[in-house]
């Protein structure tokens, strides 16, 4: 892999943190420290790994992505600018417009967004009836998605592993954004998630361990997908919450914490931020 | 094909059969239970999914097939639908509004001896209060066969209500086609108006026959288009009538009855509604027609209650004709 591509994605991943916590600061609002987790993850998605044409959203042989984490929008509508899905003046518009066409939680009226998503546990089975069609039509394309860690604890997600397996969705790949913390606490001080990796090996899935921080095993680790024919995969990405702002990373209470105005300004020369406008 | 007395189950199986002859975009999608479509997933397996005893996955996966051109249906016992699966409803289908049709069966008292948490009577209740979802109560085998065809022509999401496996008494000799929207007029009289929908359209049309012994003329009109009302048909019948009835085999909670007192409460002078359904109760276990005799449901159930507030409507009128003369000598 030339390093020119894994400094690009760095740099969009970087452009997505930006972006976040500027939309967020502006809306004062927003799932900040989720959508920051997430950043290299979908940088390296985006830059490297999907097939997809940000002219023609819905071009049929297109990698689809679903976030089921749905609020970690603030990443996806970075992203989804940066690579020409809509003019990134529209980030303005996030949380800060009447009916805005960028919600707290992503809605298929934005191009680019294969599902409204926001109530959690959704993701994987919707992935699956796009996996699966893909399937009854011949067609090669891979469904990702990005599920939470707490998200986990919804039942449907596992109803769904039992069902993927069974029916070998080998289309499709999951990415556990695995940051330990949930909305209330540290995961494991509400529910027992481990041992992870082997639950999903023991559902009948093809399973992975990453560093969701590390651009190179990021690619090495998505461009392999699927890793056994007939299997669907799981990659568990280790992640920080709030990754990239020290205020918030690794903070329970940052889940869906922003900056203030103040604080922006204050670390807007350090991390390269842009201009906070009213318009 | 049919004997006149199969089952709204059958009907859906045999219009499902001929659609897919036709359409290659059917998908259906089971919920362990793959005989409710009959030859369907021998005869086109790779678009037949079982995902096991699991509704919501079950319509999550629906919705992912609909965005991708696909339109799935999707079947389970209707409680199983319209509460355990309803987020998935809401967000997944009806949010998106996503061509999926959603066909709830055993609704109403057809699920006999299975006890309250298969009895549906609250479904359409369920439903109704989420946008974007057309429902259809059939009232038999003719009218669940033409449904189901103007369902597929129909491009959005769609509850189709129908009962159990049991054989269901006709109502309609043939039904050329069937209009979403659209009340049918079975019978006409100028005393009462009786709206009914599912398996409570039979009844009430024995009913309407015990009526007529005791004078009073009935009109009957199978609403089974819950979900857009027939509003015109509706409203043209308040002008004539000064009784309208619902009658549905569900909670008058939400459900038919509820629909049509939203419009005319909003709509109407001078109409008086009377709801017959299930007040508020949850089903229990019997056969459907123990079930019916209880729920006072049945034809004579249905016909008595009728009656008896027609007379009392009556009273009101001559009470107070009897205060406007009072008030009239009183000089006030």
Known sequence: ??????????????????????????????????????????????????????????????????????H????????????????????????????????????????????????????????IGM???AKIDNKNYRVFVITGDGE???????????????HKIDNLIVIIDRNKLQLGDLTENISQLEPLEEKWKAFGWATKVINGHDINDLIFSLSATPYERGKPTIIIANTIKGKGLPVAENKIEWHHKVLTKGQYNALKDDLGLEELSND | MTDNRSSTREAFIDALLEISKKNEKIVTIAADSQSRYGEFPNLYKNRSLNVGIAEQSMIGIAAGLALSGKIPVVTAYANFLAFRAAEQIRVDIAGQNLNVKIVGTDAGFSSEWLGYTHVALEDVAAIRSIPNIVIIDPADYEETFAATKAMFDYNGPVYLRLRGKGKEPQVYEKMESYKV?????????NNVAIICSGGAVHDSLSAANILKSENIEATVIDMASIRPLDKKLILDLALKVNLIVTVEDHNVIGGLGSAVAELISENCNNVK???????????????EELLKKNFMLDDVGIAYNISEFFKKINDWRINSHENNNRVRRAGI
């Open chain 2, 273 to 287: 509604l009377l709801r017959l359904g299930v007040k508020d109760r949850f089903g229990t276990a019997g056969t």
């Open chain 1, 152 to 166: 986990l604890e919804e039942g449907t997600n596992w109803e769904a592993a039992i069902i993927a397996a069974k």
């Open chain 1, 131 to 133: 996996a699966l069609a």
């Open chain 1, 72 to 127: 970690g929008c603030l990443a996806l509508y970075s992203i989804l600018s940066q690579v020409g899905y809509f003019d990134r003046n529209l980030l303005r518009d996030f949380a800060n417009k009447y009916d805005t066409m960028l919600p707290g939680h992503p809605e298929i009226k934005l191009p680019g967004i294969e599902a409204n998503t926001g109530s959690l546990g959704h993701g994987i089975p919707l992935a």
């Open chain 1, 1 to 70: 892999m030339a390093n020119i591509d894994i400094d690009e994605i760095k740099k969009t991943a970087e452009q997505i943190r930006k972006d976040c916590i500027w939309m967020s600061t502006r809306a004062d609002f927003g799932h900040l420290a989720p959508a920051l987790s997430i950043a290299d993850i979908l940088a390296t998605l985006y830059k490297k790994i999907m097939v997809y044409d940000p002219k023609n959203p819905h071009w049929p042989l297109r990698d689809r992505f679903i976030l089921s984490k749905g």
């Open chain 2, 181 to 189: 929207g659209k009340g049918n007029i079975l019978r006409e009289g």
